[in-house]
Each structure stands twice: as structure tokens, then as C-alpha cells.
């Protein structure tokens, strides 16, 4: 089965702090996002990467960054939180071949 | 730009009634289509994808190029259908990316 894992799935936060998302996967997979999930504005796509220390803009990427050091692993970075990133931050991963996205469980995320 | 639509935020039907959760997208090219879902405090998960043209927990969807439609459809409703339903387009070449709509919450009563 393959394993994504997200290391809080509640997390809060106070504005300005800086603040790590971490995802890790245990499939091999070459692929991975970051989604923050909203109530009527479905998932949408921060960033992504297809190797490691490779990295690209996904549709909101404005207030985030990213790092890839190593494959199973998949870090997102809110340089300096703000209220309006108070989301659910959802990590996926598939291979490049197409196919499924494995979810992991999902970080709550509340800045106050 | 690929985009994808979910007119119906809520869709509350009955046990044993038919269900059809409606998309429609817009893509270029040939897109790969998708629908996830989310049951109540588990992670999202692949429900079905276009090409494999499964039938999966009793649901279906037909990939309708002419109309750009991808609704998910189910003759009879479970209560353990309820759920959020997430259609999602891939589109070629462009590294897995989704793109998903706004998604439905399904609301199965008794």
C-alpha cells in the first residue's frame, strides 16, 4: 500500500511565524504536490516537483515555497504565515507514468 | 488553461434514488479525467479515472468529448455514499498536474 504520510494534522499558528509542512511517501514516486483544500474553491495546487531539488509553480504559489532534498520527502514553507493561509494543506505524490494520486491525511492549519 | 466545473455544491438525494454528480471541463487538448472523493475524516482517494472505464462501488462516468462532460453517475443511491466528490483533469505532458472543480457534497437520507 502505498503511504502518505504528513507529519501534523493540526497545526496553529500565530502571523508572521514561519512554518514547515512536511510530507513523506514510501512508494518511490518521483512526483509530488502540495493542494490547500477551502470550502467552496475545491483543491488547488501550490507547487509541485518531479526530482529531487527540482520545483515548480503550481496556481497559488504566492506566500509559500518549497524544498525537495530528498525524493520521499516534500516540504512546504510559509515564510511568514498570515490569516489567510488558515487552511487544510493536503500532500499527494504519484509516479511519472500517469495514473493515481496518493492523498496523504491532510495538516489543519489555523493562523491566528 | 484547463479548467474544471462542478455546478452543484450540495446534491441531497434518497436511498435507492439515481445519482448523477455533474462536470464539465475545458482543456485543449485530450484530457485525462478523474473522480476523487472524500468520505467524512478520511484522506481523498482515487474513485475512477476515464480510461479505465470501470464500474467502482456501483459508479460510473462516460468521458463525453462533445459535450466536455464527465458526470458520475449511480442507478441507486447508498447511504454510504455520502460523501465529497472531486471530478480532476490531467492534461498531457504536464507532470501529473490536477486540476480539480470545486467539488459536490453528496447527501444520501434515509
Known amino acids: 500500500d502505498v503511504k502518505v504520510t504528513q507529519s501534523s494534522r493540526y497545526l496553529v499558528k500565530r502571523t508572521g511565524e514561519k512554518v514547515f509542512l512536511e510530507c513523506v511517501q514510501d512508494m518511490d514516486h518521483e512526483n509530488m504536490f502540495w493542494y490547500r483544500q477551502d470550502p467552496g474553491l475545491g483543491l488547488r495546487l501550490i507547487y509541485f516537483?518531479?526530482?529531487?531539488?527540482?520545483?515548480e509553480k503550481g496556481d497559488i504559489p504566492e506566500g509559500y515555497s518549497v524544498s525537495r532534498e530528498k525524493k520521499e520527502r516534500f516540504s512546504l514553507i510559509l515564510e511568514s504565515a498570515s490569516t489567510n493561509q488558515t487552511s487544510m494543506y493536503l500532500c499527494?505524490?504519484?509516479?511519472?507514468?500517469?495514473?493515481?494520486?496518493?492523498f496523504g491525511p491532510g495538516t489543519r492549519l489555523t493562523v491566528l | 488553461a484547463q479548467r474544471v466545473t462542478q455546478p452543484e455544491k450540495l446534491l441531497s438525494v434518497f436511498k435507492g434514488a439515481p445519482v448523477e454528480l455533474k462536470c464539465n471541463y475545458s482543456y485543449s487538448g485530450s484530457p485525462e479525467l478523474f473522480w476523487y472523493v472524500q468520505y467524512s475524516r478520511q484522506r481523498l482517494q482515487l474513485l475512477l479515472r476515464h480510461i479505465s472505464r470501470e464500474s467502482i462501488k456501483g459508479f460510473t462516468a462516460d468521458l463525453n468529448k462533445g459535450e466536455t462532460s464527465f458526470h458520475l453517475k449511480k442507478p441507486f443511491a447508498q447511504e454510504e455514499d455520502s460523501a465529497m466528490y472531486y471530478c480532476a483533469l490531467s492534461g498531457r505532458g504536464g507532470g501529473n498536474k490536477l486540476t480539480f472543480g470545486t467539488g459536490t457534497q453528496l447527501k444520501v437520507e434515509l
Open positions: 516537483s518531479y526530482d529531487v531539488k527540482m520545483k
Open positions: 499527494a505524490s504519484i509516479v511519472p507514468s500517469g495514473g493515481e494520486q496518493f
